[in-house]
């Protein structure tokens, strides 16, 4: 169900009032995880100057440490769809459990499989009865074949409505947090009638590496981005390393506006 071969034209996920695919590009911005709603309303308004059309942000997160904030759940949801309807946009945030899935249906635009999840295939499933958009994450460790196989997991139960995401792999590099696939791009859009979309914020895990990897992504031939964007990532409660600054979300989709047609 997933392949270019037989369904040749560009399937266009449709995420609130916002579009990925087809001939058009779309900036999901904002922080990487619901903070405080003073907070989330600050990021997100940064995320929305720079033109991003959906907003990202985690309820529920998914930390290597058990001692790391974990997100607040539901209350982080609650949050997120108020400052989501404020601002006028989409929201999209990471479902971890089969058991969260009524709550997220309930209060997001979209919802995103994480890169631990990729081969959840209960998770798969039950994402694709759902009935709402997926934003699906390559696993650390997935080939684009297993990446495509995911997907085909929520095609099969009748929802078409998945945007791919490279958010990088692990190698034997070490210099950033993950290695970004760029090759995944153009291979995935040859394959396959979904749309994919780059997130150079977990693909390096550093801030001043973000812009030039998501220009990348966008010349590739990417349908868009997914970027984190913090008001004051010196103190984020996670991922504030690789979160960019207001201003250097604005440069940047400034600078896109000169490579892409749409944004
Ligand atoms: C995130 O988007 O904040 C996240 C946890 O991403 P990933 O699943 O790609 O690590
Ligand atoms: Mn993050």
Redesign the pocket.
């Known amino acids: 169900l997933v392949s270019r071969e037989i369904h040749p034209h560009d399937t266009i996920v449709r995420i609130g009032n916002a579009a990925i695919g087809g001939n058009r590009f779309c900036l999901i911005a904002g922080p ?2 619901v903070e405080t709603e003073e907070r989330l309303r600050e990021s997100a308004q940064a995320a929305k100057v720079a033109g991003a059309t959906i907003l ?1 942000a ?1 309820a529920f ?2 930390r290597t440490s058990p001692y790391a904030f974990q997100g607040h759940g539901e209350d982080g949801l609650k949050i997120l769809a108020k400052v989501g309807q404020e601002l006028g946009l989409p929201v999209v945030t ?1 479902v971890m459990e089969t058991a969260d899935i009524p709550a997220v249906v309930e209060y997001a635009d979209a919802m ?1 499989i ?3 999840n990729m081969q959840n295939f209960s998770l798969l499933k039950a994402v694709g009865k759902a009935g709402k958009p997926v934003v699906l ?1 390559r696993g ?1 460790a997935a080939k684009v074949e297993d990446l495509l196989l995911a997907a085909e997991y929520i095609l099969a139960e009748g929802n078409d409505q998945v945007v791919l ?1 490279e ?1 990088g792999i692990r190698t034997f590099e070490t210099a950033t947090r993950n290695t970004l696939d760029l090759n995944a791009v153009p291979y995935i859009k040859q394959k396959t009638h979904l749309p994919i979309v780059v ?1 150079p914020s ?1 693909g390096t895990g550093i801030r001043d590496l973000v812009p030039p990897m998501a220009l990348a992504g966008a010349a590739a031939g990417a349908d868009g981005l ?1 970027v ?1 964007v913090h008001h004051d990532p010196a103190h984020a409660w996670s ?1 504030g390393a690789q979160s960019l600054h207001p201003h250097q979300l604005k440069e940047l989709s400034e600078r896109l506006q000169g490579l892409l047609p749409v944004l």
Do not use: N, S
């Open positions: 990487c995880a990202r985690g997160k998914p990471e995103q994480g890169a631990r994450k650390m995401c958010r997130d977990h997914m984190e991922d």
